[in-house]
């Protein structure tokens, strides 16, 4: 395969001249957020494009902004960043896990939030589960004008969004929930893990769940939301045992996708162990 060593570079001034400029050059353009992904292309049979529209100058889309009600995070952040911004907020903590403790050092300086939800084929992500656990929102700027999407629908709607619709931020409501997030890898913590889970629940004073999301990640093409575990669990006492036995019960909400050296089957059998161990954590932290 053919590797193009010198593509050409479009810096806009702002989102709308990106969103112009992927209009105008057609599909031979992409746009170019931390380029990791865009980096080990080669290794994935894939071709690096011809030309590229760099995002990283566009004022505003590095920012992350902790308010008491919401937080904005710029499409352009990278992962070190969003952890240190975090850091502290345990309603936040999924987010901050998935963001500082997965993947290396010199990724979480380069990867974007942005980047990471938007590369339709990466089935492992661990920001992606987080969002979903946190019902965050995508903020899209289109040709046709701009959109707040739930990030269920951003799932849904993301291979048809076309290359010239950008994310602009990401927005999480802070609703007083207790978060987290936990993640299998077959050999060593930097890994794509096998499988992931996020969690975010309110607890009442006496020990009952009253209100839970879940979202599993890594197990199919894309994450989603554990609907039954969420529905049976609410209304239950918090108990990491007793929560592991019902996640067992659920587990055929999910199809495993197999893969070299991982099976679907063992993705299925690694649920029950990431509820525990998520709720477990939480239950700890509850009390």
Known sequence: MAINNNPTFYSPADLDQAVTMLQDLGDGALPVAGATWIMRAPTRGEKIADIFVNLSTIPGMHDIDVGEESVSIGA?????????ALAGHSDLAALTVATGYTANPAIRRAATIGGNIATVDFA???????????????????????????????????????????????????????????????????????????????????????????????????????????????????????????????????????????????RLRLLPVLAEKAFRFIQKNHA
């Open 124 to 266: 492992a992500s661990d920001i992606v589960p987080a969002l979903l656990a946190l019902e965050a929102k995508v903020e899209i700027i289109a040709p046709n004008g701009g959109n707040m999407l739930s990030m269920v629908d951003f799932l849904a709607k993301r291979r048809t969004l076309g290359r010239s619709s950008l994310i602009a931020r990401i927005v999480i409501p802070r609703q007083g929930r207790i978060s987290t997030h936990s993640r299998i890898t077959l050999r060593k913590a930097g890994d794509y893990p096998v499988a992931n889970l996020s969690t975010a629940i309110s607890v009442r004073e006496d020990g009952e769940i009253a209100a839970a999301c879940v979202a599993v990640g890594g197990v199919e093409p894309v994450a989603k939301r554990w609907t039954g575990l969420e529905n049976t669990i609410t209304g239950r006492k918090l108990d990491a045992g007793e929560i592991r036995d019902i996640a067992a019960d659920y587990a055929d909400e999910f199809s495993g996708r197999d893969a070299p050296g991982v099976p679907g089957w063992y």
């Open 76 to 84: 352009m952040a990278t992962q070190d960043a969003i952890a240190a």
